[in-house]
């Protein structure tokens, strides 16, 4: 298995394929005929929400491993104790 020229962040893949098959999977529905109707009503059938639900997640996993990794962002939200 060949070796990765630039190392990654812990995860940066799976938010980055996240993110791809939700805009890919999202396209493909567009071109899909569906036997069932739309229970959630609106413009979009009930994959492409989910296929946008899995992209927003995508982004999210993405931007918060961009700013530092997982472990930074979640150790700015603990509290701090001081003992005085």
């Known amino acids: 298995m060949p070796q990765l020229r630039r190392p990654h962040r812990d995860g940066q893949v799976i938010g980055l394929y996240a993110l791809l098959y939700g805009v890919v999977r999202f396209s493909v529905e567009f071109v899909r005929e569906h036997d069932a109707s739309n229970p ?11 296929s946008l639900g899995l992209a927003a997640a995508g982004i999210y996993l993405v931007l918060m491993f961009r ?3 997982i472990q930074t962002a979640l ?7 001081s003992n005085s």
Do not use: D, N, V
Request: net charge neutral.
């Open 75 to 81: 150790a700015s939200r603990q509290p701090t104790t």
């Open 67 to 69: 700013a530092g990794g």
């Open 40 to 50: 959630l009503g609106g413009p979009f059938t009930l994959e492409q929400w989910i």
